[in-house]
Every structure is written in C-alpha cells, then in structure tokens.
C-alpha cells in the first residue's frame, strides 16, 4: 500500500516513518514537507512542498491509501493565528486534496488529549484540535482522531521537549495504575499504521484506546 507521511521529523513522525519502513504490507511512504527529511530509503518519495495550504503542484503524488498526519506545532510556540492555520488550516487542505485523489482515503490525525470537537475548551490547544477533527470528519467517514496524553520515548536517543522530559520518570510510575498517562512512540506508531491499513471501528482513540489496540 501507499502511505503519506507528514511531520516525518519529529518526534512521534519519526517513530511512524521507521514503522512503515520496517513493515512489509507498506510498498511506498510519501513524505510531504518543505525540506527534504535526508531518509534514503527504496520505499521513499519525497517531493518537496512549498505551501501546506496548496497542494497544486504535487497533486501527482498525492494518490495513495492513507495519509499519517503528524504535523504540528506546540502552542507556545507560534502566534495564535500562526497556530490555528498550521494546525487546522494545513490539515484540511491536505485532506481535500488527498480526498479528491482517492475519496477511499483514509486520513489518521495526530491530535492530542483535551481536544474538544465543541470548541469549548479554555485551552487554545483543545479548541484547535477540536476543530480540527469536526472538519476532518465533516469530509469523509474515514478519518480517525488520535489523542495520546504524554508522548514518551520507547527507545534510547529519541530526545523530547524538556518539559517531557521531566515528565517521563513519573510517566514509569503512572503507567502502572492508568492506561491514560502516557504512551511510547512505537505502540502510537503501530497503533496509527495499523488503523492507516485497515480503518477500525471506532474514530477517536484515546491514550488508553492507542495502548490497548486492537
């Protein structure tokens, strides 16, 4: 099968992008972004991206089974309005031209706890993500919404944001009384791969649901 990949540098990015190179039902991974990502791999296309919100010139590439958004941007990080076009603005537009390409496609969105699809969030974060997942839903039955809560390492040299990091010792101890503190890169990877294969019977996966699929 044919995969879309965004966000193929970061941190969880990265994980999917080894996952779907070390799997053997996945023939093609397409890497959508501005820069080249400097994977050389047989199963790699990598076409160069100028603009997240016009899809134009590579609407060529865009023909494949799935699309794994994994691109983002923290909160705290840009301008709100800087926040809510990367979030929301890139992720609709991509899923509109991937959709015209193949209407069967499914898309699995990378998006976090707290979203809230009422918008009723105090929190920018939640909000965004929220309406993220209503318009992707809005467009096709075939999207799914993942919410880990923290995102931690499950190998060595996979470094995180400070704050994260910090967070993992106590991720070790949680984890060991709730399903919904933490979740490794490789069972978020696999989790979205697989649903990416073959969809699934439900469309938002909390961090309990990721850790404990199928």
Known sequence: MKVILTGATGFAGSEVLRELLADPAVGQVTLLSRRSAGVSHPKVKEPLLDDFLDYSQVMNDLAADACIWCLGVSQTAVSE?????????????????????????????LSGRGADQEERSKVLYGRIKGRTEKALSQLTANAFHFRPALIRPSRLGQKRAVIATLFTPLAWI?????????VDT?????????VAKAGANRVVFTNAAIRGYP
């Open 174 to 182: 949680a984890d060991l009384f709730t399903e919904d503190f933490s």
């Open 81 to 109: 309005e800087e926040y809510i076009r990367i979030t929301c603005g890139y992720t609709v537009a991509a899923a509109r031209a991937m959709l015209a390409a193949n209407p069967a496609l499914r898309f699995c969105f």
């Open 186 to 194: 490789r069972t978020l990877a696999r989790c979205m791969i697989d």
